[in-house]
């Protein structure tokens, strides 16, 4: 059975900190997908990685793909109120989506 | 571009009873997917339609079905309603395989 293991479970930290949240499986994907959902709304997508190492920059969002495709991380720069919410990743592969638990992100301001 | 569409978005039953969730996807969009959040277990595949057919299926009881319209809508029914079925019930759509997911708001259901 294939899991992906999002750590930590809560973060709560200042505006202005950097923070970085993990993605960790012992499986490989064909992708790894992140995922921001707000209260009372559906995930949104943020970003897809592909190639092992690949790294995407979203303002002030990085994303990491492992070399091996089987982690991934997301970094924040300077957190800011907009950025609270659950950070969910997600591994692609075979037709399937498997979801973490997320991460629940609250930026004090 | 109309999102994916839920209704409705909140719901309260008793144990016992059956209940029926509704999802449209958006335009064009011929796969439907149904999820079901918990606080505890996080985001669960349900199943996946696509041009009426069922691709794919989690890990659930048959007490959860679904089916797909000729318009691409969606349904998903959960019979004899239990406690544990409790949850945020999240559809989502994509034009196909390897393409992204557009999810709905969601029903939030509670069993009482």
């Known amino acids: 059975t294939q899991l992906l293991e999002q750590s930590p479970q809560f973060l709560s930290i200042q505006e202005g900190e950097n923070l970085t949240v993990y993605c960790n499986s012992s499986?490989?994907?064909?992708?790894l997908q992140w995922y921001r959902q707000e209260p009372g709304e559906g995930p949104v997508l943020l970003v897809t990685?592909?190639?092992?190492?690949e790294v995407k920059k979203l303002k002030r969002l990085t994303f990491q793909f492992g070399d091996a495709r089987k982690d991934s991380s997301l970094h924040i720069t300077a957190a800011q109120p907009g950025d609270t919410g659950l950070y969910l990743c997600?591994?692609?592969?075979?037709?399937?989506?498997?979801f973490g638990k997320g991460t629940r992100l609250h930026i004090l301001p | 571009k109309a999102g994916v569409t839920q209704t409705p978005r909140y719901l309260i039953k008793t144990r016992g009873q059956q209940v029926t969730l509704s999802c449209s996807p958006i335009?064009?969009?011929?796969?439907v997917s149904w999820y079901q959040q918990t606080p505890g277990q996080g985001l669960q595949f349900l199943f996946e339609?696509?041009?009426?057919?069922?691709?794919n299926k989690g890990n659930f009881p048959g007490r959860f079905s679904g089916r797909q319209f000729s318009n691409s809508r969606s349904e998903m029914n959960v019979s004899t309603l239990e406690l544990g079925d409790s949850a945020l019930y999240l559809c989502?759509?994509?034009?196909?395989?390897?393409?992204?997911?557009?999810f709905g708001s969601g029903t939030q259901l509670s069993v009482l």
């Open positions: 335009s064009g969009h011929r796969s």
């Open positions: 997600a591994g692609t592969g075979d037709d399937k989506i498997i």
């Open positions: 989502a759509s994509r034009l196909g395989s390897h393409e992204k997911l557009f």
């Open positions: 339609y696509f041009s009426e057919t069922q691709r």
């Open positions: 990685v592909v190639t092992g190492g």
């Open positions: 499986s490989v994907f064909s992708s």
